[in-house]
C-alpha cells in the first residue's frame, strides 16, 4: 500500500513510518524541506498543509492519508507564546480541512487523523 504521511518528523511519526514500512508499505513523508534522515523506504514530497495544489500533487496515487501533523509548544511557554498555539489550532482546522479536500480530489480511500 502507498502510503503519505504528514508530520512524519514528530514524536508519533518518527515511531509510525519505521513501523508501516517494517509492514511492506511504501511511505511518502511530506513537508515544506527533507527531514535530515528518511529511512528506507520513505520518499520524501514538498508539501504545505496551508497549500491545497501542493498536497495535491503530493498525495497522486497514494491509497491512504495518515495525517501526524501538529504543533506543540512546551507547557512553559504556553503563556508566553500563544501565537505557538494558534498555529497549533490552525494545523488541525485548515491544515487538515485542505488535506481532506486534497485527498478527495484525488480519489484517495484512507485518511486517517
Keep these: 500500500m502507498r502510503i503519505f504521511?504528514?508530520?512524519e518528523t514528530g514524536v508519533i511519526g518518527?515511531?509510525?513510518?519505521?513501523?508501516?514500512?517494517?509492514h511492506g508499505h511504501t511511505v511518502t513523508a511530506a513537508g515544506q524541506t527533507p527531514?535530515?534522515?528518511l529511512g528506507a523506504g520513505v520518499t520524501f514530497?514538498?508539501?504545505d498543509l496551508f497549500d491545497v495544489g501542493s498536497l495535491k500533487r503530493a498525495v497522486t496515487d497514494h491509497d491512504a492519508i495518515i495525517n501526524?501533523?501538529?504543533?506543540?509548544?512546551?507547557?512553559s511557554s504556553k503563556m508566553l507564546f500563544r501565537s505557538a498555539w494558534r498555529l497549533n489550532d490552525r494545523i488541525g482546522?485548515?491544515?487538515?480541512a485542505n488535506l481532506v479536500?486534497?485527498?478527495?480530489g484525488c480519489r484517495v480511500g484512507t485518511i486517517i487523523q
Design 5 to 7: 504521511v504528514s508530520g
Design 35 to 37: 527531514p535530515a534522515h
Design 14 to 22: 518518527r515511531r509510525v513510518v519505521p513501523m508501516l514500512v517494517s
Design 68 to 75: 501526524l501533523a501538529t504543533h506543540m509548544p512546551s507547557a
Design 101 to 104: 479536500e486534497a485527498a478527495l
Design 93 to 96: 482546522r485548515d491544515g487538515v
Design 45 to 47: 514530497a514538498e508539501a
